[in-house]
């Protein structure tokens, strides 16, 4: 079943065409690749599928509804969720309580007057879903410091923790290898595959790490310039002579 | 025709005024990064000092010029850029703003220590024989206009000048935009920085001296902060960043301005109200209607994560006990204040606690828009006005039940709150705070002229509340019923904070993508705490009106405002206990600390000269100057100060409980970094 469906999606910057239709497409639970050498308009692509920017053309549907007009919190609710490659943590708040504020957003009650009513104190079951996710991710040691005491590395598992808070039905990853070293790298891997099985939960992911990216997913969509240049099983696109080119040249 | 051209030349004078004063604040902002609202008082400063040499001790205009101009305006530069903001080039723009505010505050006071409040306008300024007046071709100008316009198209093309083709100009903008980043790259950043302050300075000099001929003004700081109030619509016309575009935005206004005084009748109310608040009604309009500002996003250092992340709040690194322990002294120490006002203080002594709790109230609409939600309003007064003017009408003119007059007020005091922070929401940062001076700037000039909203200048005098049986017209009583308030409005910021709205807002403080991310709305997390805060503001506006029987448009000034802000601040704007502390500094500074506490204490501890009253500029400077430690505690200072005392108790506690006990860390909060 399709869960993102984006058309012709197009965005230009001061006559600069950074998406020139692009369309992609992820099933709900599949992990798909996204790959292009730096400026190929990816983080742009993210930025458009969760509203941040708005396209200048082509349409953009999740889990059937049309998501033109949908300002980017709504998009949160519907089941997008997603991290930053410029990591963006929310700055004097442990791990423990970015979970937790991802946890009573997707609830959706912030209103006033239950705070001052005193309900808007932490529930027992808010609590136990925050710990159970702490623990998926391997955070629980962690907890409890300070998000600036943290490494990169941690940093950036907090906030996929932060985005699977949100009950995502499709997770956007923006280069979430990059800064970390070599065994970071690798238990990323594992936690990622681990959260795709434990919880369903579809993967877009844009990375420059090729074996990683050959590691997890399934099927990849190659963008170079703005446009899609390759798309298909991950073995196939990998073989295909236009990406070797324009991407990984003889790397590989 | 002769309207026409009469108003155009006297409108490019009074523009250059403008002009002058938005090219000042664009070049400080680009500079130095500081929206540098204390401008107007920088040329406060050399204006005060030029005026009282020349017209006071007959000093010549050269000299006089020399001293106060090209060498005390500079100096003033220096010096604030020494002590003040060379510490917070890494600072966030909020924190710089906030210093500046506590300049605003501060340096008015420091000028009255050594110089009249009010000097008489000098009939001669830097020009010999000003009112000299010369014709060309149609217009008709002056020496001081011809002065003024003069000098501010040779600033204007320096400026330029600097930007566009100098090294410097090019340094100056990259220390701004990380001084960390210039250093690397070899430039003496220290020296940079100090450069562009005494430039930006010598401008205000400048304009110290030449503004009170054209406006006829006498040289009192508020005109000078007015007038630059008034400038920054050209300021922000100009997106803080463009030269020319602030030159002719300046010289628009003023032609405008001149325009409308000769062309609408003398006796509507548009002459009455719209005129003196065109500026005011002008930058509300272009804050809220200007795209350009929109998805603006304030400078941010790359290199700023160097810095150590802030200290976790003294509330957090106590154990329990201690927690209890000092919830349980200030308990103790406000009963027995209160034993003192209720069963043994004189009328006075009522009064004062009567202020103090309505004050409290009101700050805590402080802690709740700045502590909560980071956000600095400068509309605070006015909100608490609206409370006010609507309690007081609705319970003179409609008869109602006071009690009920006061909540409708805090309600019609949220709504309009609501209302104004839904054009600023897209603002953010200080184009927020500037839109929330235009509100209250415009409010001022153009609504509260009219006596349906003030009760004219002889208002009826409002009733006290009265509840079932209950009469508060009492002052004990009446206190009794603040105090209620009071403990439900803490109670209830206390749970915001605690609760979901406490913590989305943090989260939109820490970063509004990543909180967008995961579904919070900031827009809306935002208009609910700006409603939140008025309505508190409007509540206590209301009390303070029924206490003291009717309307008193000096209570609610913007100004009044803006050194609440600087209060609350300096003493703790997140804490229920730093709005009490600022209430209590807030009322007893001027009435019993300035004129009776700090004299008997000088005078009982040296025996050289005997003391008397203080001045009530000593209350500015006290509280300007801490205002100014905000970007290094941004928790405050008391807090600040608090957690290394609570840090010893908390050692000693430990201590004492660790040699009966297995060690263990009492600390529940953060270890760290």
Redesign the interface.
């Known amino acids: 079943m399709t869960l993102l469906d984006a058309r012709g999606v197009t965005k230009s910057f001061a006559g600069i065409t950074a998406l020139d239709g692009v369309a992609l497409d992820v099933d709900a639970g599949e992990m798909v690749g996204l790959i292009g050498p730096n400026g190929a308009g990816k983080t742009t692509f993210f930025n458009c599928l969760?509203g941040?920017l708005r396209p200048d053309g082509g349409t953009i549907s999740f889990d059937g509804k049309d998501l033109t007009r949908v300002?980017?919190?709504?998009r949160?609710?519907l089941g997008i969720?997603?991290t930053?490659q410029r990591i963006?943590?929310?700055?004097?708040?442990?791990p423990r309580?970015h979970l937790?504020?991802?946890e009573?957003?997707?609830r959706?009650?912030?209103?006033?007057w239950?705070?001052?009513?005193?309900?808007?104190?932490p529930k027992p079951d808010e609590l136990a879903r925050v710990e159970e996710t702490l623990e998926l991710l391997s955070l629980t040691a962690d907890a409890?410091?300070?998000i600036?005491?943290l490494s990169l590395g941690r940093g950036r598992v907090v906030?996929i923790g932060?985005?699977l808070?949100?009950n995502p039905k499709l997770l956007l990853l923006d280069e979430p290898s990059s800064g970390l070293d070599h065994n970071e790298t690798a238990e990323l891997s594992q936690i990622l595959q681990h959260v795709n099985g434990e919880r369903h939960c579809a993967i877009l992911l844009v990375e420059h790490d090729v074996p990683m990216v050959r590691a997890l997913v399934t099927r990849v969509f190659v963008l170079d310039f703005g446009r899609l240049i390759a798309s298909g099983s991950t073995n196939d696109v990998f073989a295909d002579a236009a990406v070797r080119k324009a991407y990984i040249g003889d790397v590989v | 025709m002769d309207n026409f051209f009469g108003g155009l030349t006297d409108g490019v004078a009074y523009g250059a005024v403008y002009a002058l004063l938005a090219i000042g604040l664009v070049l400080a902002y680009k500079t130095s990064g500081v929206f540098n609202i204390a401008f107007g008082v920088q040329a406060y400063a050399s204006g005060a000092l030029y005026y009282t040499l020349h017209t006071s001790h007959d000093v010549a205009i050269i000299p006089a010029f020399i001293v106060s101009v090209v060498l005390l305006a500079p100096l003033i530069g220096v010096i604030l850029d020494r002590l003040l903001f060379r510490f917070l080039r890494s600072a966030p723009e909020m924190s710089r703003l906030v210093v500046a505010l506590g300049l605003l505050v501060a340096i008015p006071g420091i000028v009255q220590l050594k110089f009249d409040q009010t000097l008489a306008i000098s009939s001669q300024g830097i020009v010999p024989h000003g009112d000299t007046v010369y014709n060309i071709g149609p217009a008709v100008l002056n020496r001081d206009q011809l002065a003024i316009i003069v000098t501010t198209a040779i600033v204007a093309l320096a400026v330029i000048v600097l930007f566009r083709y100098t090294a410097v100009g090019l340094r100056m903008r990259a220390v701004v935009e990380s001084s960390r980043m210039a250093e690397l790259n070899g430039v003496n950043s220290d020296r940079v920085s100090m450069l562009s302050w005494v430039l930006t300075s010598f401008v205000a000099g400048l304009a110290g001296v030449l503004l009170p001929q054209i406006t006829g003004n006498q040289v009192v700081d508020v005109y000078y902060t007015t007038l630059v109030t008034a400038a920054i619509v050209a300021a922000v016309l100009a997106s803080l960043t463009s030269v020319p575009l602030a030159l002719a935005a300046g010289i628009g206004l003023g032609v405008l301005q001149e325009w409308l005084n000769r062309f609408l009748p003398t006796n509507s109310v548009v002459a009455s109200n719209i005129r003196p608040g065109l500026p005011f009604i002008a930058l509300f309009l272009v804050l809220a209607l200007d795209p350009r500002l929109r998805h603006r996003r304030g400078t941010t250092d790359p290199l700023a994560n160097v810095d150590p992340p802030p200290p976790a709040p003294v509330a957090g690194t106590r154990s329990s006990e201690l927690t209890w322990g000092t919830r349980i002294f200030w308990c103790v120490i406000g009963a027995i204040y209160l034993y003192y006002v209720f069963f043994h203080g004189n009328d006075s002594v009522l009064d004062d606690a009567i202020r103090i709790a309505i004050y409290a109230i009101i700050f805590c609409s402080i802690v709740v828009a700045t502590g909560l939600a980071g956000q600095v309003s400068f509309a605070q007064a006015t909100f608490a006005g609206i409370g006010g003017a609507v309690s007081a009408q609705l319970a003179t003119q409609q008869g109602m039940s006071v009690i009920l007059t006061i909540l409708i007020g805090a309600l019609v005091a949220g709504v309009v709150g609501m209302v104004v922070s839904i054009p600023a929401l897209r603002l953010g940062g200080i184009f927020l705070t500037l839109f929330t001076f235009a509100f209250a700037l415009a409010f001022e000039n153009v609504f509260l002229k009219f006596g349906w909203i003030t009760g004219g200048i002889f208002p009826e005098a409002e009733p006290r509340p009265q509840l079932g049986s209950v009469d508060f017209a009492n002052n004990k009583s009446f206190l009794a019923l603040c105090l209620v308030v009071l403990v439900l409005v803490s109670a209830g910021v206390v749970l915001v904070r605690g609760g979901t709205t406490g913590r989305f807002l943090d989260a939109v403080r820490g970063s509004q993508v990543a909180a967008a991310s995961i579904g919070i709305s900031a827009t809306r997390a935002r208009i609910v705490t700006f409603g939140l805060s008025a309505a508190i503001a409007g509540l206590g506006g209301g009390l303070l009106t029924s206490y003291e029987g009717h309307y008193t448009p000096t209570n609610w000034a913007t100004f009044v405002g803006l050194f609440w802000v600087v209060i609350v601040v300096t003493l703790g704007p997140r804490t229920i206990e730093g709005a009490l502390q600022a209430a209590f500094g807030f009322i007893l500074f001027a009435k019993r600390v300035l004129p009776v506490w700090l004299p008997w204490l000088i005078n009982h501890i040296q025996p050289f000269g005997h003391v008397g009253t203080l001045p009530a500029a000593v209350q500015y400077i006290f509280f300007g100057l801490g205002a100014v430690t905000y970007a290094k505690h941004p928790e405050g200072i008391l807090e600040a100060n608090k957690r290394k005392p609570m840090q010893k108790i908390q050692a000693l506690i430990d201590r004492r409980r660790s040699s009966g006990e297995p060690p263990e860390t009492a600390t529940s909060g953060a270890a760290p970094a």
């Not at chain 1, 959706?108 to 006033?112: A, E, K, M, P, T």
């Not at chain 1, 239950?114 to 104190?121: A, F, I, P, Q, V």
């Open positions: 969760l941040m300002p980017t919190h709504r949160a609710r969720g997603r930053f963006e943590l929310f700055a004097g708040m442990t309580e937790f504020v991802a009573r957003a997707r959706g009650d912030g209103r006033l239950k705070d001052l009513l005193g309900l808007g104190r409890d410091r300070p600036e005491a906030e932060r985005a808070m949100t």
